[in-house]
């Protein structure tokens, strides 16, 4: 299992960017999975950000601190997680990584579904930097 994460590097307060998390060795129409996006600063905690979980229909998960401005979808043709993020922060900018879970998470809840200690697997991350 491999995810490489894309489209990271230097976006403007309040602009957008779209990162890609595309998956290899294993097929997101043929397996239950839950795909998660992080993001850590220097000196601070790993934050998780938006999840995807294909056991619950596809139910998507936000932390409170992008809810409204980030969303998270899934393109099974192309094997890839999309996080677009729009409102963009300057304190935010971080190193941004997927991860994955595969198997069956249902009625995890949200805190669960972002903590990073869930997922077996991970990309090695994208810098995003937001200028002010």
């Known amino acids: 299992v491999q995810l490489v994460e894309s489209g990271g590097g230097l976006g403007q307060a309040g602009g957008s960017l779209r990162l890609c998390c595309t998956a290899a060795g294993f097929d997101l129409d043929d397996v239950n999975y839950a795909i998660t996006w992080f993001r850590q600063a220097p000196g601070k905690d790993r934050e998780g950000i938006s999840c995807?979980?294909?056991?619950?229909?596809?139910?998507?998960y936000y932390a409170n601190s992008v809810k409204g401005r980030f969303t998270i979808s899934s393109d099974d043709a192309k094997n890839t997680v999309y996080l677009e993020m729009t409102r963009m922060e300057p304190e935010k900018s971080a190193v941004y990584s997927c991860?994955?879970?595969?198997?069956?998470?249902?009625?995890?809840?949200?805190?669960?579904?972002?903590?990073?200690?869930?997922?077996?697997?991970w990309g090695e991350g994208t810098q995003v930097t937001v200028s002010s």
């Open positions: 991860a994955a879970y595969l198997g069956i998470n249902i009625g995890i809840g949200r805190q669960g579904m972002l903590d990073p200690v869930r997922y077996h697997y």
């Open positions: 995807i979980n294909s056991s619950e229909g596809g139910r998507k």
